[in-house]
């Protein structure tokens, strides 16, 4: 496993113009309060290339006239906080276990980091990603500058953001099976959710569900912060409270994912907490379940990631006006926007170590063309609070529907439909 970290390396270390070097900065340990920290994370970009996961470490990649090495900082041996906190690798098993060319303590990293970029032209890092590294980047390169017995030349520094997120953007085959997991686990908590909710349960008694189905499968810590939101709640869009009764009338929109070995899953379902849809619930979700399809068909290779932007608008705006909820040609509606007031949203996002995951949607001025190897989700929604200027009996309706989708060579694979969307399927599961 650890060649494949390698071969990342080698391959941004080749993208460089020759005579550069980019430095990746690992994550730091965090407090929550006084002296109790949060569980450790590393760094997306820092674990995609390294598969090293202790705090405080820092990554160089230099291709020095065309050839690429690799050099680490990180925590030093120490038998003392090894007895508290956990062993380290040191020097010389980082460089040993995880094949850098060259590592050394993470408190040497002022004197011997500037030494490995002399001579380098350009000097690439992710702009603005950790707190304090833009300064020492700074001083690095001063340094370089001093440095005694060479031609003292500024060396350029730019963002290597998109350097790193578009070659995570295309998920090789060890990536690809870790998400597949990582949806099922996610799938197999919403469907037991559906199962279980009950009028009466509150928002944080349904979360509690879902952390528990993740972890009881080895998905130990939630992707991101789930969104566990009962009626008008779910029209929040961001509603991370989780804390109200749930009422029998009430639609429940749930968005949750688990985080698999360091990678996402994103699956949003809304059901309705009685186990059957009314009348008017099961008109709304049914657009935005005819969106999330229609979007679906439109990730494929060779398509824009504005075609199924557009797709979920449209079918979105057409449903509203045959519901009378918007007046007007679907055509010029779409064109002014007015499907905005209830879908205010993307269509979705890249997906991989971060569920909002790195990756341009530019590429030569244009938007990107979908590539085999990318996942996206699809989510469209709507979202009609209490106060909106509608008919009554539309108000505090809130529905997404959200599902993980694999770009291939023939079309897509949909990871996570192993979750019911259909109303049908949903009011059978639930009974």
Not at 45 to 56: C, Q, T, V
Not at 90 to 115: C, R, T
Not at 205 to 217: G, W
Not at 367 to 373: H, L, P, S, T
């Amino acid at each position: 496993m650890m060649k494949v970290y390698q071969k990342r390396r080698h391959i941004l270390g080749n993208l460089l113009p020759k005579d550069s070097a980019i430095i990746i900065p690992g994550a730091d340990l965090k407090y929550r309060n006084s002296d109790s920290s949060y569980n450790f994370r590393q760094d997306s970009n820092f674990y995609y290339l390294s598969g090293f996961s202790e705090a405080g470490s820092t990554m160089l990649i230099v291709n020095s006239n065309g050839k690429v090495s690799s050099s680490i900082f990180v925590p030093k041996k120490d038998k003392l906080k090894e007895i508290w906190d956990g062993f380290r690798q040191g020097p010389e098993g980082a460089k040993e276990n995880f094949l850098f060319d060259n590592s050394f303590n993470n408190d040497q990293i002022d004197s011997e980091l500037p030494d490995l970029i002399k001579g380098m032209d350009k000097v690439f890092y992710p702009f603005g990603k950790k707190d304090g590294f833009d300064q020492l980047v700074i001083n690095w390169n001063k340094t370089v500058s001093n440095i005694k017995g060479r031609h003292n030349k500024p060396i350029d520094i730019a963002d290597g953001s998109s350097l790193i997120g578009n070659l995570r953007l295309i998920k090789d085959d060890e990536e690809i099976s870790i998400i597949k997991k990582a949806c099922e686990i996610s799938a197999d908590a919403h469907i037991e959710a559906m199962k279980a909710v009950k009028p009466g349960m509150n928002e944080q008694s349904i979360e509690a569900l879902y952390l528990y189905e993740f972890a009881k499968q080895g998905g130990r810590f939630p992707a991101y912060t789930p969104i566990v939101a009962g009626g008008d709640n779910a029209c929040v869009l961001h509603y991370v409270d989780n804390n109200k009764d749930l009422n029998n009338s009430d639609l429940l929109l749930v968005d949750a994912g688990c985080e698999y070995e360091m990678y996402a899953s994103d699956i949003t379902r809304t059901f309705p907490v009685s186990g059957k849809f009314s009348a008017e619930q099961l008109a709304i979700y049914n657009i935005v379940l005819n969106a999330l399809h229609t979007a679906i068909e439109m990730v494929k290779v060779g398509k824009s990631v504005m075609d199924p932007q557009i797709a979920s608008e449209r079918a979105i705006t057409q449903g509203l006006v045959d519901l009378g909820i918007l007046n007007g040609d679907v055509d010029e509606l779409h064109k002014e926007g007015a499907f905005k007031d209830f879908y205010m949203h993307k269509f979705g996002h890249w997906m991989g170590l971060d569920v909002h995951d790195a990756g341009d949607y530019m590429e030569d001025g244009e938007y990107m063309k979908f590539k085999a190897g990318m996942i996206t989700t699809v989510e469209p929604g709507i979202y009609i609070s209490n106060d909106a200027d509608v008919d009554k009996k539309w108000q505090g309706i809130g529905i997404r529907i959200e599902d993980d989708i694999l770009v291939t060579k023939s079309g897509n694979i949909n990871l996570t439909e192993k979750v019911p969307s259909d109303p049908s399927e949903i009011e059978a599961l639930m009974a």
